[in-house]
């Protein structure tokens, strides 16, 4: 497929856009130090920025080959800053809103164009009718970490040991590989002459970096004891932290009980903001609502028989199973904890003065 350069602006990563650039003669110190490439060197920063505040490389208008390649050449600054700084947080916040750019924009591509970054992703797809199909090998390998109900094998639809996406799953599937992609390949090795050329501006992203980590970090809930928490709630906790895709079910418990137990919503969105693929707005709506502030109604995490059937019960320990059935609810749980005095030297819950409080 005939590639332009505004595609290579679209998508930076592919390979074809590196010979491109290479086409044009550019070499290193000069992208990193002449005044020509300025502007090059302040979008590949404003990448850099974008990851860290938005999640996403927000698009620019380009209204020229001049822009075109700015736009190309931005994508291997924003690299090296994003090694210059080398911190972990940084770098999958960077790969996720790279992925998150490609996705958004390969929904609204034609399907040629979403078969060749396929391609160039080293994902191969094939075009049927207006589905693309993937093996299911490849299809396990993206999909893996992506918990929801709808990526399951089972619910695909599979033929002959491949996959039939729509276009925007598809896309979705491309995100990961790309997301994986950039983990894998960053940070880079920089020289000293790089890191002198990159000097400031990675001193300046590396704070802002640990700003917005330590913004959210999420280890203080005050007076909240976290270790009074139901291993389901300890779990998700481990997850949102780590940056794991959790189950639309185990947001929605997780929000409920963080609630229930007296978290402010911003207390709450903090929480989740350590995940990579946090977005600000879409989470607050998803708190707001649960928390009653625009739906009007204060919901409860599921009983237990019912986090069971949704398969995330995890790790129940020794209360939880305790032979009398005190805990029928996460919230019982952690009421039945945090009343040390009511309870015997085991560990268990004295029978007469421990009988859970009705879940809220
Ligand atoms: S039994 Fe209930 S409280 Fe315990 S881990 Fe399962 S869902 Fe959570």
Redesign the pocket.
């Known amino acids: 497929m005939n590639v332009d350069s505004l595609s290579y602006a679209k998508y930076p990563f592919l390979r074809d856009a590196a010979e491109h650039v290479k086409d044009h003669g550019i070499a290193l110190d000069e992208l990193l130090t002449h005044r020509a490439f300025q502007g090059a060197r302040a979008r590949g920063k404003a990448r850099v920025i974008d990851a860290l505040m938005h999640g996403i490389i927000q698009i620019r208008p380009m209204a020229n080959e001049e822009d075109c390649l700015e736009e190309i050449l931005s994508y291997p600054m924003a690299r090296m800053y994003v090694s210059g700084v080398d911190d972990r947080f940084l770098t999958r916040r960077y790969a996720l809103a790279e992925g998150v750019a490609m996705r958004e924009r390969l929904e609204r591509e034609d399907l040629d164009m979403v078969e060749e970054v396929a391609y160039q992703l080293d994902v191969a797809a094939s075009q049927e009718g207006n589905l693309l199909r993937i093996h299911f090998t490849d299809y396990l390998r993206y999909t893996s970490r992506m918990r929801s109900k709808e990526w399951k094998l089972v619910n695909t639809e599979v033929k002959r040991g491949y996959v039939f996406l729509s276009q925007a799953k598809f896309a979705r599937v491309l995100q990961q590989a790309l997301q994986d992609r950039l983990e894998s390949e960053l940070p880079l090795p920089l020289n000293d002459d790089i890191l002198n050329a990159l000097g400031d501006d990675v001193r300046e992203l590396k704070d802002s970096a640990t700003v917005m980590r330590n913004q959210y970090k999420a280890e203080d809930f005050g007076t909240v004891s976290v270790e009074n928490f ?4 300890k779990h998700f906790i481990g997850m949102a932290q780590a940056g794991e895709n959790m189950p639309h079910s185990a947001r929605f418990s997780l929000t409920a009980f963080l609630h229930h137990i007296g978290l402010s919503a911003e207390e709450i969105l903090a929480l989740f903001a350590t995940s990579p693929d946090f977005d600000v707005s879409k989470t607050k709506y998803q708190v707001d609502h649960i928390t009653g502030e625009i739906s009007g109604t204060e919901y409860t995490p599921p009983e ?1 028989t019912t ?2 059937s949704y398969g995330i ?4 320990d020794s209360l ?1 199973n305790h032979p009398n059935g005190y ?1 029928k ?2 919230l019982s ?1 952690y009421r039945i904890k945090n009343r040390p005095l009511r309870r015997t030297s085991k560990g268990a819950p004295s029978p007469k003065s421990s009988k859970p409080a009705a879940p809220r």
């Open positions: 139901p291993p389901c709630m237990c986090m069971k019960c995890f790790e129940p939880c805990v609810h996460p749980y």
